[in-house]
């Protein structure tokens, strides 16, 4: 098993340019989130999924899309970015057993908005 | 608002000694506690799960305690190995609300000298 796989690992942008992530898992998790991760910030949820073809607002969403057409895959779409995104982004899948809930990251996409 | 400190903020020691690492939440109430180790330039990876009912669970080297009077939790790391070098992110998930309530601390950084 891959685990979680994030693509790409490093971008750079222009203010305005839009760009895709992908995250792919291949441990046939119902639960997927995005997350980014800034200097002396915990981790901070932009959009998560409890299953093919549903997605929900995290506590930062704005500026941030997402979709999860497949099972197996989460997209986090930037339409139009601004410097406050540049971030590390990580992606996670979950399962729940037995009440408890065990989250797998990726190892993360970093972006940086000029 | 629901919170989850951590101290300190980094911590230095040697080879070999034991330390502990502290989690203050806010949170309440709370359905588990989660420690992360997080590598630098690495996803997250989970070190133990406990919910409200348990006091301690281990993982190897790694201890974790839970006093749900108190809302405290603690890491405690016996015979500290240079690979312990990491950012400790304690996390608190929220039931009160949908999957995405998972509230995380902003991480200890441990470095481990020889």
């Known amino acids: 098993n891959a685990g979680v796989t994030q693509t790409p690992k490093f971008r750079v942008l222009k203010t305005g340019q839009s760009m895709t992530l992908l995250c792919a898992q291949d441990m046939n998790h119902e639960y997927m989130y995005w997350y980014r991760q800034d200097p002396g910030m915990g981790l901070r949820l932009i959009h998560y999924s409890v299953g093919e073809g549903t997605t929900a607002k995290g506590e930062v969403p704005d500026g941030y899309n997402v979709s999860r057409l497949k099972k197996q895959n989460f997209l986090l779409g930037l339409e139009s970015a601004a410097p406050s995104q540049t971030s590390v982004y990580f992606c996670?899948?979950?399962?729940?057993?037995?009440?408890?809930?065990?989250?797998?990251f990726g190892p993360g996409t970093r972006l940086l908005v000029l | 608002k629901n919170q989850v400190e951590q101290s300190p903020q980094s911590l230095i020691i040697l080879e070999g000694k034991n330390c502990t690492l502290q989690?203050?939440?806010?949170?309440?109430?709370?359905?588990?506690l989660r420690w992360y180790k997080q590598d630098t330039g690495r996803g997250p990876v989970s070190l133990t799960i406990?919910?409200?009912?348990?006091n301690t669970k281990s993982n190897g080297r790694y201890t974790a305690t839970l006093d749900a009077d108190t809302k405290q939790s603690s890491l405690h790391i016996t015979a500290s190995q240079l690979s312990d070098s990491a950012s400790y992110i304690c996390?608190?998930?929220?039931?009160?609300?949908?999957?995405?309530?998972?509230?995380f601390g902003k991480g200890t950084k441990l470095s481990v000298k020889p």
């Open positions: 996390v608190v998930s929220d039931p009160g609300g949908s999957q995405g309530n998972l509230i």
């Open positions: 406990m919910t409200f009912s348990e």
């Open positions: 996670a899948s979950s399962y729940v057993q037995s009440n408890q809930e065990t989250q797998y």
């Open positions: 989690c203050n939440y806010t949170v309440s109430p709370f359905s588990n």
